[in-house]
């Protein structure tokens, strides 16, 4: 892996956590995501990612809207699988990205791209609390 690009996308995960952190509950600010990298360090071949964050209320259009071309973007890079954004049917300022990569060089430069830095900076701005992530396997291929 680049060591430039894996800097770059640890400084970015640190200076966005506080970010993600509410100021109303100093516990969630405890529960930001440091560790990411280090985690997906140690994952060799695919992977899933899953990112579940709320917004604040009222910014769910906000949300949706800058999500669209980090999306369209997202999924034509190499070593992307699958990027989906899911909002929560019953609370509307929930969401999860669900995102499958080949390998972690290829989610280290996706960080890197313009378009997730765009989406990234909209979602510091408008976060309710830090998001949390998932590294998962899949164990069971999809039925064809």
């Known amino acids: 892996m680049n060591r430039h690009r894996l800097l770059a996308v640890l400084l970015a995960l640190t200076l966005l956590g506080p970010a993600f952190a509410r100021q109303d509950k100093p516990d969630l600010a405890k ?65 999860i990205m669900i995102e499958r990569w080949d390998s972690v060089e290829a989610i280290v430069a996706h960080m890197g791209e313009a378009h997730t830095k765009k989406l990234l900076a909209t979602l510091a701005k408008i976060a309710d609390g830090p998001p949390k992530f998932s590294i998962a396997k899949r164990r069971c291929p999809p039925k064809k």
């Open 31 to 95: 529960e930001k995501e440091p560790d990411l990298m280090a985690r997906l360090k140690k994952v060799e071949g695919s992977f899933s990612l899953i990112v579940s964050f709320q917004v604040k209320k009222g910014e769910e259009k906000t949300m949706l809207d800058a999500a669209k071309p980090c999306i369209a973007a997202t999924v034509k890079e190499k070593g992307c699988k699958r990027y989906e954004l899911h909002q929560d049917l019953e609370t509307p300022t929930k969401f």
